[in-house]
């Protein structure tokens, strides 16, 4: 009865995480106030853990838990990204949990728990294992968001996350119900050979897949389901921030490509126009509000929406390649841990640089931080430059394999779309390297002194995007074999 | 007419005429007394396809414990009789509209395809033997996952009440 103890390898990271969670809420009420660095050690010590057991995982390939997850290199790779983020943002929370005198052990629980969401989302072959990874994830999303009791902005940004998260999950729900209607399974493998004999009902699995979509959409934020997303990254404390724009959106787009490759992947008309619409619109809507914004978070906020529109850009190439979808999947992916080195290096330093009650978010607060911490600016500019995609960053590289995926996949229009909005978003990512560089600070103001910590995830996210980019070719390979992975 | 299509349309007409008197009422409690009949009619009409586990379900876990749960609330928050606001006006005038649309596109979607829907519906595991047992073998992960679930819950709440010191 018991399932076999290969399958409990298999899921070895989201136990570690799990049992370190669960350490932590344990220990943390008899550990005295101030000496709270023991939870915050065991949050660290979780992490790299939960990381490190992934090599478990990679010993034991193949399907587990009767089927319900399975260990192959798209898992692997995912897995990696995810457990990788969570780890770089417990590292650096710790200054700001400090500074803003929240340093409690729950914070360190939560994170382990929606990791270890995250982590069953990714490797999950079935629709209801699914659901229960993404609503473990997001409600522990939710209560990190309000992690800032005391701030109003925190409030209001778990309650919109909050009410419009369950909207979205309930949008999710439904799609597996009508999915299961149409194919009489939940089970992707099993919807496959449904979907490949044109079996099933189908407008029920074109109506279940929209409603499927819109549940990751809104996960990964792509327009038109992205309203939550500026006011939520703005009010959350900026090192949940950085969780939020790294590990969920990883695992909701590895969700996104399971479904549509395991799953629909014969099917490519029914959803490669819904794909093709947001992709072009999601990179529209980002570019341009992120112009106006004079707030550093919600810039990077919508930042983060444009870059959601690119890798949907990969996506639908991926579709339209038919057979050849494998450039499409690996751009997606490469780009993915592009994309989580830069938000979450980003986001350390704005966390790093907001001062206490987070003051200090306006661009033009960031006025003559190059004198005064240079490392610091250097770093931010190499972020900020990755975003945008110049060379000798991750970013460039990133936007390169998408280009090439979708001009494979004769998707000109979007190339057009993408190429145009990059360039408005040279404006407003310059912009910030403008005023750390050139413009004097309009007021005396000291930046603390970098912690350790928050030093690491620097010097760790700017190593990472500036290897990419001289040595992409390991990273490559990897996601061209998680990409052949998945059909 | 067989006495089941009789039963069921009886419990459909309550249903639909209990969704429709929730949106309308204006004191939040008549609403979430409304709310009751259409979970009951609904349990009705689980019992009507033999799945007694689920109307079961429904009865115990909605009707019963989110009911009790939602009744708290409002009486917790004192609240009133709602306001028409002009947002609320003109949700009427567009809402309606598009709810009724809406509501044609899927009669006519459903009126077109009902094949294959069938043989799903009875192939499920209505029977609470066959429910239980699926539910520690085959799927042994999702149930076991909901346990964390809960826990990441009650840790929320702990985290959100916990009195600031």
Not at chain 1, 355 to 376: F, M, N, V
Request: with cysteine.
């Amino acid at each position: 009865m018991f399932p076999p103890i290969q399958d409990m390898y298999r899921m070895a990271p989201e136990l570690v995480a799990c049992f370190f969670g669960m350490l932590i809420m344990v220990v943390d009420p008899f550990v005295p106030r101030e000496r709270k660095d023991i939870s915050a050690n065991l949050g660290v010590l979780g992490s790299l853990a939960a990381l490190a057991s992934i090599l478990l995982m990679v010993r034991h390939p193949g399907e587990g838990m009767y089927g319900l997850l399975v260990v192959d290199s798209f898992s692997v790779f995912l897995h990696l990204i995810i457990f990788a983020a969570a780890a770089l943002v417990i590292l650096a929370s710790d200054e700001y949990l400090k500074r803003e005198g929240i340093l409690q052990g729950e914070f360190y629980a939560l994170v382990l728990f929606a990791t270890c969401g995250m982590g069953i989302m990714t490797s999950a072959t079935e629709l209801m294992t699914v659901f229960v990874g993404l609503e473990i994830s997001s409600i522990a999303s939710y209560i990190l968001a309000c992690y800032r009791r005391a701030t109003p902005k925190s409030h209001e940004s778990a309650m919109k996350y909050f009410l419009l998260g369950s909207f979205a999950t309930a949008f999710f729900l439904y799609g597996v119900a009508m999915v299961y209607g149409a194919t009489g399974s939940t089970s992707l493998l099993a919807i496959r050979t449904v979907v490949a004999h044109s079996a099933g009902n189908q407008v029920l699995l074109t109506l279940g897949f929209g409603m499927l979509f819109v549940g990751m959409a809104f996960k990964i934020a792509t327009a038109p389901f992205q309203i939550w997303t500026p006011d939520v990254y703005e009010g959350a404390p900026t090192p949940v921030t950085a969780l939020l724009a790294s590990g969920p959106k990883a695992a909701a787009f590895a969700v996104l490509l399971r479904i549509v490759f395991t799953a629909f992947g014969d099917a490519s008309s029914t959803w490669f126009w819904i794909v093709w619409a947001s992709a072009a619109l999601t990179m529209v809507v980002g570019n341009f509000a992120a112009v106006v914004q004079s707030n550093i978070k919600r810039m990077l906020a919508y930042s983060s929406i444009a870059h959601a529109g690119y890798l949907l850009v990969a996506v639908a190439a991926a579709g339209a390649a038919g057979e050849n979808s494998d450039a499409g999947i690996a751009a997606v992916l490469f780009y993915l841990v592009a994309y989580a080195l830069m938000k979450l290096g980003a986001f350390t330093i704005v966390s790093h640089l907001g001062g206490s009650g987070e003051q200090r978010l306006a661009i033009d607060d960031y006025a003559g931080l190059s004198t005064k911490q240079p490392l610091t600016a250097l770093c931010l500019s190499l972020f900020l430059l990755s975003l945008l995609g110049l060379p000798l960053t991750a970013g460039f590289l990133g936007k390169l394999y998408i280009f090439q995926a979708a001009l494979d996949a004769r998707l000109i229009w979007l190339v057009v779309i993408m190429a145009v909005t990059t360039v408005v978003g040279a404006f407003y990512y310059l912009r910030v390297i403008w005023v750390m560089y050139f413009r004097e600070a309009q007021q005396e103001w000291t930046p603390v002194p970098v912690t350790p910590g928050v030093a690491s995830v620097m010097l760790i996210t700017a190593v990472g995007i500036l290897t990419l980019f001289f040595a992409p070719g390991p990273l490559l390979a990897f996601a061209v074999r998680s990409a052949a992975a998945l059909r | 007419m067989s006495a089941q299509v009789i039963v069921f349309f009886i419990l459909a007409a309550v249903a639909v005429l209990g969704a429709v008197s929730l949106i309308v009422q204006r004191h939040p409690i008549r609403s979430a007394l409304s709310l009751i009949v259409v979970m009951v009619a609904l349990a009705g009409l689980y019992l009507l396809q033999g799945s007694e586990l689920v109307a079961a379900v429904q009865i115990i876990v909605y009707a019963g414990a989110i009911m009790v749960l939602f009744v708290f609330v409002i009486m917790l928050l004192n609240a009133g009789e709602e306001e028409r606001t002009n947002v609320s006006r003109m949700a009427r005038y567009v809402g309606l509209p598009l709810g009724f649309f809406l509501m044609l596109q899927l009669a006519w979607w459903v009126g077109r395809g009902t094949k294959g829907m069938a043989t799903a519906a009875s192939s499920s595991p209505a029977m609470t033997r066959n429910l239980s047992k699926l539910l520690f073998t085959d799927f042994l992960l999702p149930f076991e996952l909901t346990s964390i679930l809960i826990l990441v819950a009650i840790l929320g709440a702990v985290v959100l009440a916990k009195r600031e010191n």
